[in-house]
């Protein structure tokens, strides 16, 4: 059974940095695709950042230059590195695990980050 749990997050002024960790058990996270998501009061959830099993990042534009995904497949830990915080990327944040080239089928319960 694959469990995610997400940590890091927090309340930062603007400016500031937080790195995310989501710690993943119950299988590896080597050849999975991983990915964080957010969602801020109001709005619908998207998408920030993604890994895919050959390590390929991609980033919503927003985010491009300022986050940064990485993961530790021998931890099973995938990480999101937020610098130049905005007012706007106070959320909910969740981590996300793909089945095969399915959809994301297992997440976290969401670590909050205010930016202020």
């Known amino acids: 059974h694959v469990q995610l749990v997400e940590s890091g997050g927090g309340s930062v002024q603007v400016g500031g940095s937080l790195r995310l960790s989501c710690a993943v058990s119950g299988g590896p996270i080597s050849g999975k695709c991983m990915a964080w998501f957010r969602q801020a009061p109001g709005k619908e959830r998207e998408g920030v950042a993604t890994?895919?099993?050959?390590?390929?990042?991609n980033y919503a534009d927003s985010m491009k230059g300022r986050f940064t995904i990485s993961r530790d497949n021998a931890k099973t830990t995938l990480f999101l590195r937020m610098n130049s915080l905005k007012t706007e990327d106070t959320a909910m944040y969740y981590c996300?695990?793909?089945?095969?080239?399915?959809?994301?089928?297992?997440w976290g319960q969401g670590t909050q980050v205010t930016v202020s």
């Open positions: 890994t895919d099993k050959d390590g390929t990042t």
């Open positions: 996300t695990q793909a089945v095969g080239l399915g959809p994301f089928a297992y």
